[in-house]
């Protein structure tokens, strides 16, 4: 599996060309404001944009996939919950086929009602619900810190230890980190009851 991440646009967002191989099938996750990159990617690898997933709904993530669905005819994949029409809503569960990739669909919001984690083979595309040492905001419209301390510690955490995380923006001390790293070292996964968690976020 090839994994491609790209920094794009003034808040530091990762878009990511993922493929089965080069010259295989793709997939390219939240491409963001400046996509030309992404495209010359594309191109370098030689490979097939099968389907555009965004991990949620906020501009910064979804802004580039007109240009990347008219360059490649891609499918636009997103949770059925976003105020858009994707091309194939999905929804907890669901699994997302390219190629030899195989695409688990994981519901986690809290940051937005529609966030979703992306499971890959030893990776996972967390968008705006984890980032390398911290966690995404729920003060924007739709945030709920409640929903989002359910992602993180009855979703996120269990996932396997060595699993590579592909976070939504370059914030962290590194551009990507591990689930078992981010479990010893990310102050924001410490272990707190909900409502600490709640009271936490509000501080």
């Given at each position: 599996?090839?994994?491609?991440?790209?920094?794009l646009?003034?808040?530091?967002?990762f878009?990511?060309?993922?493929?089965?191989?080069?010259?295989?099938?793709?997939?390219?996750?939240?491409?963001?404001?400046?996509?030309?990159?992404?495209?010359?990617?594309?191109?370098?690898r030689?490979?097939?944009?099968?389907?555009?997933?965004?991990?949620?709904?906020?501009?910064?993530?979804?802004?580039?996939?007109?240009?990347?669905?008219?360059?490649?005819?891609?499918?636009?994949?997103?949770?059925r919950?976003?105020?858009?029409?994707?091309?194939?809503?999905?929804?907890?569960?669901?699994?997302v086929?390219?190629?030899?990739?195989?695409?688990?669909?994981?519901?986690?919001?809290?940051?937005?009602?529609?966030?979703?984690?992306?499971?890959?083979?030893?990776?996972?595309?967390t968008?705006d619900?984890?980032?390398?040492?911290?966690?995404?905001?729920?003060?924007?419209?739709?945030?709920?810190?409640?929903?989002l301390?359910?992602?993180?510690?009855g979703?996120?955490?269990?996932?396997?230890?060595?699993?590579?995380?592909?976070?939504?923006?370059?914030?962290?001390?590194?551009?990507t980190?591990?689930?078992g790293?981010e479990?010893?070292?990310?102050?924001?996964?410490?272990?707190?009851s909900r409502?600490?968690?709640i009271?936490?976020?509000?501080?």
């Amino acid at each position: 599996m090839i994994v491609d991440q790209l920094r794009l646009g003034p808040l530091l967002n990762f878009t990511y060309l993922i493929a089965d191989r080069e010259g295989g099938d793709a997939v390219v996750i939240d491409p963001s404001y400046g996509v030309e990159p992404v495209l010359e990617a594309i191109d370098r690898r030689g490979v097939r944009v099968r389907y555009v997933l965004n991990t949620h709904r906020h501009t910064d993530h979804v802004v580039g996939n007109p240009e990347v669905v008219e360059r490649t005819g891609a499918k636009v994949v997103a949770h059925r919950a976003v105020p858009f029409r994707p091309d194939r809503p999905v929804d907890d569960g669901d699994v997302v086929e390219a190629g030899g990739l195989r695409i688990e669909v994981i519901h986690t919001p809290g940051h937005t009602p529609d966030s979703v984690l992306y499971l890959l083979p030893g990776h996972v595309a967390t968008g705006d619900t984890l980032f390398v040492g911290e966690c995404g905001r729920t003060d924007l419209e739709g945030g709920d810190p409640g929903q989002l301390y359910d992602s993180l510690f009855g979703r996120l955490v269990r996932l396997d230890d060595a699993i590579v995380i592909l976070p939504g923006h370059d914030y962290g001390v590194t551009p990507t980190s591990t689930v078992g790293r981010e479990k010893l070292e990310n102050y924001v996964l410490q272990p707190r009851s909900r409502d600490e968690f709640i009271r936490f976020l509000a501080e």
